[in-house]
Each structure stands twice: as C-alpha cells, then as structure tokens.
C-alpha cells in the first residue's frame, strides 16, 4: 500500500481537467456526454483514494450513489439526443438555440 | 510492484483521456473512453475497492458505455466531430482554462495534509470486500439506498417517455 495519496489525486485532477476541455471544445453532444463521463470518473476516483487514506467505506458508498446516477444521467440523456436527431437530425449542440424541441 | 503496476494504468488512463478529445470519430472516442474506464477499475482493485472495480467493469464498461455505442451506431456511426469553433483563439482559451483549472488543483492538493494519520487496519479485516461495503451501505446509507433507487426509476420511465415515437 505504497500508492501515494498526492499521485492519486493528481491522476484525479488531470483526468477532470481533460473531461472539462472535451466538453468546452467539442460541439458533438454525445462526445459532451462521453467527457462528463469521464469527469464523475474522475471524482469516484479522489473519492476511493480519500477511503483508502482513511480507511473508512463512506467514500466507496459515496462512489457507489455516483455510479448509480451516471447510469441514470446515460439513460435520460441519451433518450433526450435521440429525440433531439429524430426532430433535427443534427447532434450538433450549437445547432439547437431554440427552447422548443 | 503495486506501484509500478499504478504508474502503467495511470499512464494508460491518461492516454485514454486524452485519446477521447483528440479522435476524429465518435465511436473511436467511445473505445478510448473504454480503456480509461478499465484503467481506472485496475486502480480501484490496487487501492483495495474490489467491488467497486467489478461494478466500474461492469456498469461503466460494460452496460454504460455499449448504451453510448448503440446510440452511436443508431445515429451517425461515421461523423466526424468538429470542433465548437474553429477559431484557434477559442480552443486556446479552452486548453488555458483546463490548464489553469489543473494548476489550481495541483496547488492545493500539494497543501493538502496528505500525511492524515489512519487508523491501522487490522489484518484480516479487508475493507474494500463486498460484506464490508454492504454494512454500511445497508445499514448507515439505507435510506439515501432507497431514495436512489426511486430516482433510477424515475430515469428509467422519463427515458422510455423521452425516446418514444410520436404519433401524430
């Protein structure tokens, strides 16, 4: 158990920071999506380094509840881009400026 | 051993990261996105969360990431992605931020008390085991266990509404 806490959250930290530049860069929705993804990945991971750390499961739980609600936040979502390319046919996010659908 | 082992999958997940933002192609992007998820769960099995990295394999690798990729492949499997702009200034300024974002992050966690002193874990007792994360999962989060599991539900009915097909 010789993982440095400091490397842990570094890989944590970069991993968020590169999930950020996906979503300000691209303008796919689904490639957005795939970096938020990668961004409460990124979380779940400071949080199992912090339950290590401290040697409590209130972190592991708390990446547990995270997982459950990727999975929630895929399923809405991904329904809502097929609305959206059935309606539009575009998965362009700068393309819909509009409230209606 | 164990760190070399961490210094590979975190190079690995990096590389995955960065491979998500950098493809042309969004399904090669979902793949990228597949081996920083398994990269991960390899970390999470180091750190002693066995669990967590089998639900990581199974519920991001597996179950959410073939959702993404069939929606991919019901859609526009060979779009090319484009950029927001196409403006160098524009991508400049993203990169700055997420750099800048990292720059903060880095500071802090170098005055962050990392030396927290941790209370031993007896041998024998390994925390991380399914039975150990389910007494407190069961016992101290019920009811934060069951609210979730409302909310799933609810997510599950709004996609169903959501993705149906109207007839007009």
Redesign the interface.
Known sequence: ???????????G??????????V?????L??M???I??ML?AA??TF??F?????Q??G??I???V??????????G??????L??TRQT????DLNLMKL | MQEVLFYIFALLAIAGALSVILQKKTMYAAISLVITFMAVSIIYFLLGAQFIGLLQLIIYAGAIMVLFLIVILLLDPFSEIFLRNQSLAWVGLAVLLGAGLFGILYTAFGQAPVEIVAPPVPPGELTGHTQSLADVLFKQYLLPFEVISILILVAILGAVILAKKRIS
């Open positions: 158990m010789a993982i440095p806490l400091h490397h842990l959250l570094i890989l930290g970069l991993l968020f920071c590169i999930g950020l530049v996906g300000l860069l691209k303008r796919n689904i490639v999506f795939l970096c993804e990668l990945n779940n991971l199992i380094a339950a290590r750390q401290l040697s499961m209130d592991q739980v990446v547990f509840f997982m459950v609600l990727a999975a929630a936040e895929a399923a809405v991904l329904a809502l881009v097929i609305a390319y059935r998965m362009d996010a700068d």
